[in-house]
Nanobody, 123 residues
Framework: QVQVVESGGRLVQAGDSLRLSCRASGRASSYYAMGWFRQAPGRERQFVAA????????YYTDSVKGRFTISRDNSNNTSYLQMTSLKPEDTAVYYC????????????????WGQGTQVTVSS
């Protein structure tokens, strides 16, 4: 079993920056991808960004391209989501997830999920 824990969410102003962290532990063996998803109230969970094990492959949803950057530190089993120029529409619970699948943009491919961290962007 793999445990996933996110941190870093909080209330910020529009235009601010924020960095989320995600740490995987337990039976987190090598070669897993990590993804970030978000869910706003009344809406379905949405893909935000994902990164391959080696960090050479990254994906972003269109609405965050140029503003969000995903990275990872495999020595600490940690992924980061650096968010800049935040907008009120970025308000959501952000979830981190771990997968051994190659289809890292699909939430259904992620068996291991964190509990989420709330990001609120005020206008």
């Amino acid at each position: 079993q793999v445990q996933v824990v996110e941190s870093g969410g909080r209330l910020v102003q529009a235009g601010d920056s924020l960095r989320l962290s995600c740490r995987a532990s337990g039976r987190a063996s090598s070669y897993y991808a990590m993804g970030w998803f978000r869910q706003a109230p009344g809406r379905e969970r949405q893909f935000v960004a994902a990164i391959s094990w080696g960090g050479t492959i990254t994906y972003y949803t269109d609405s965050v391209k140029g503003r969000f950057t995903i990275s990872r530190d495999n020595s600490n089993n940690t992924s980061y989501l650096q968010m800049t120029s935040l907008k009120p529409e970025d308000t959501a619970v952000y979830y981190c997830a771990v997968t051994y699948s190659d289809y890292i943009r699909q939430s259904s491919e992620y068996p291991f999920w964190g509990q989420g961290t709330q990001v609120t962007v005020s206008s």
